[in-house]
């Protein structure tokens, strides 16, 4: 939780009350913040996992064709 640095205490109560929530609103919009940038994050893993495994396994599927030519070449 983040903390403000705030002499309220030594005050007021209403003002110590207040930057307590203040702090509580930052830390909540640091969670969503982070939050947001994970699913973002995922997101990009996800696209881009998908097109390296698409290649991937284009390029299996080639290399069998070429392997298998090659080894009847040398029969």
Known sequence: MTMS???EFKRHRSRALH???I??????????A???EF?????RTGI???TKRRIATMNHFINVFNL???GM???
């Open 73 to 75: 070449k040398s029969i």
């Open 5 to 7: 640095d705030s002499n």
């Open 39 to 43: 699913k973002v994050v995922a997101m």
């Open 19 to 21: 930057s307590v929530f």
């Open 48 to 50: 881009h996992g998908t």
């Open 23 to 32: 702090s509580a609103g930052r830390a909540k919009t640091a969670v969503a």
């Open 34 to 36: 982070n939050r947001d």
């Open 68 to 70: 298998s030519l090659s």
